[in-house]
């Protein structure tokens, strides 16, 4: 028998109390931001880096308005000093590589850890309000079954969710988060979060009758890159009695960051 967790998706946050940006300026921001993307896009195999001769031909500006654009996105990290690939699009390509092997080596260890624990493996990464489900392995020989579908973004208070925002590094990103818990609500979670800053280990507290979920962070190239986690009944996975299989949760994240990290 199959019980799918239901996909509960977290509210949005409260809106800022920000001035509202004049629609003119509006236009004009997005219309610079647009046309950056276009400049950054002419950068491939065959053109490792661009002058204003170049981006003033291919899109139509003349070459005032593209050295203006060179030096802005010079000035900002995306292009170096000679106009090739700078160092903020180094950072956000080792980061998109990181992940991609995150998913890559996943799924074979999952399956295993799966296999062996008799539980629902999950991998997520940290979404704009909470862990966003991505990666999902179901045991093979099981009678009951609990499951939660890709692309589930998870709520404040599931394992993985605190496991990815307890070892972030943006402040921000907790605060969004928590956005819509009350003032007693955001300090129970940072009191969690606390703890499994200290302990490695995230249980969720969903008040589900039935349910549990317990979360490890994958840990590569000195950053938490993802959450693991096992999800299953209650009487399988209960913190009191659950030392085995949290052992084989803890080693397949172990074992993936250390393929990450090479």
Known sequence: MAVAVRDERAPAGRPGNRAPVP??????????????ANVLALLDQDTPRLTAPLVAERLGLNRTTAHRYLQSLQRAGFLSATSGPGPLL????????????????????MRQLADSTGLTA???????????VT??????????????RVGTVLEVKAAQTRVLLAF?????????????????????????LHDVRRQRLAWADLDRVGLASVAVPVLATYDVQ??????????????AGAT??????????????????G
């Open 122 to 132: 999950v991998l997520s990464f940290l979404g704009r309000t909470g862990a966003v």
């Open 135 to 148: 990666l999902v392995e179901e045991p093979q020989q099981t009678t009951i079954l609990l499951t939660v």
């Open 226 to 239: 993802a959450a693991m986690a096992l999800i299953g009944t209650s009487t399988m996975l209960h913190p």
């Open 23 to 36: 629609a003119e300026s509006e236009r004009t921001l997005i219309q610079a931001i647009d046309r950056a």
């Open 90 to 109: 180094d950072q956000l390509s080792a980061l998109v590589s990181v992940r991609q092997q995150v998913i890559t080596l996943a799924p074979a260890l």
């Open 168 to 192: 972030q590094s943006d402040p921000r990103a907790v605060a969004r988060a928590h956005a819509t818990l009350t003032d007693a609500q955001a300090a129970v979670e940072r009191t969690a």
């Open 244 to 261: 085995e299989r949290v052992h084989a949760l803890q080693e397949a994240a172990h074992t993936l960051g250390s393929l990450v990290a």
